[in-house]
């Protein structure tokens, strides 16, 4: 099959390698407004061919959406606008703003809402990576919506790409990632400025394993998290009361020097590993 990727950066290219490399697709179609990244895409391999959006739908049986998500949510709907009969399906981390803007779109049957828990603090052409999407989950929100035969198409090429796939509402699907994903990426952006203030050299020349992994997100591209930090706001915003709360926790007790306390914290917390072995 013919497929169109929109957006040529770290995960619409990972996914353009793996469909190619897996034999899914027989040809991919770039669209990209980003002229260094057409080059790329094209120089890496990641696609065949950049043509016009236009064309591009009328080319293609598979289309996936890969901007940031506040820019899916303007183009979804002439894109619906323009297919028949081909599967599109979105990867974006937040699911019910995009939903509702085609819920009432004449083929929102066409399109596959979905969310692939996959990715680095990379972007651009030359993050994207064979094998990204090996063993990961994809999430798939309000399949109730769909063509079941366009669902049947999507489910498919996201096994072949060896992926778990779960079904969540909309809304459900965002109060999640807001826990799982969202507040992870705030928490690193805040730790590397609490850092980056301090700007003493001694600091980086200290940071071992765990200060890098803990901060390892903050290289991520604003482009991409800020939208989604607008789009969340609802539910990023009660997380973040909670987190602040027990950060909170931590300092008076840090500051009270109670060590029944602070250890007290730190045990509870580490009944995470019930759910992270």
């Not at 700007?199 to 390892?216: H, M, P, Q």
Request: hydrophobic fraction near 45%; include cysteine; glycine fraction near 4%.
């Amino acid at each position: 099959m013919i497929v169109t990727v929109i957006g040529l950066g770290l995960i619409g290219g990972s996914f353009a390698l793996d469909l190619k490399t897996k034999k899914i697709a027989s040809k991919i179609l770039g669209v990209d407004n980003n002229e260094l990244h057409q080059k790329e895409a094209l120089e890496y391999g990641i696609v065949d061919e950049i043509v016009s959006l236009d064309d591009a739908i009328k080319q293609s049986e598979v289309i996936i959406l890969a901007i940031p998500v506040d820019s899916s949510i303007k183009l979804l709907p002439k894109i619906l606008d323009s297919v028949t009969n081909q599967l599109v399906f979105d990867v974006g981390s937040v699911k019910h703003d995009i939903i509702e803007a085609v819920k009432n779109h004449k083929n929102r049957k066409y399109f596959v809402a979905s969310h692939p828990m996959a990715g680095t603090e990379f972007s651009g052409p030359k993050a994207a990576f064979r094998g990204m999407f090996k063993d990961k989950t994809l999430i798939i929100c309000n399949k109730q919506d769909n063509d079941p035969k366009i669902l049947e198409k999507a489910e498919n090429i996201f096994k072949k790409l060896e992926m778990r796939l779960l079904y969540f509402d909309a809304l459900q699907h965002d109060m999640n990632v807001a826990y799982v994903s969202h507040i992870s990426h705030i928490s690193s952006f805040a730790l590397a400025l609490t850092v980056l203030e301090k700007d003493e050299s001694n600091i980086f020349n200290l940071a071992a394993g765990g200060f890098e992994s803990t901060v390892r997100l903050a290289k991520s591209s604003s482009e991409m998290w800020t939208p989604i930090m607008m789009l969340n706001r609802k539910f990023i915003l009660e997380v973040l009361d909670t987190y602040i709360e027990k950060l909170m926790d931590f300092k008076r007790s840090i500051r009270l020097k109670n060590p029944e306390e602070i250890t007290e914290l730190i045990q509870k917390s580490n009944d995470i590993k019930r759910i992270l072995k």
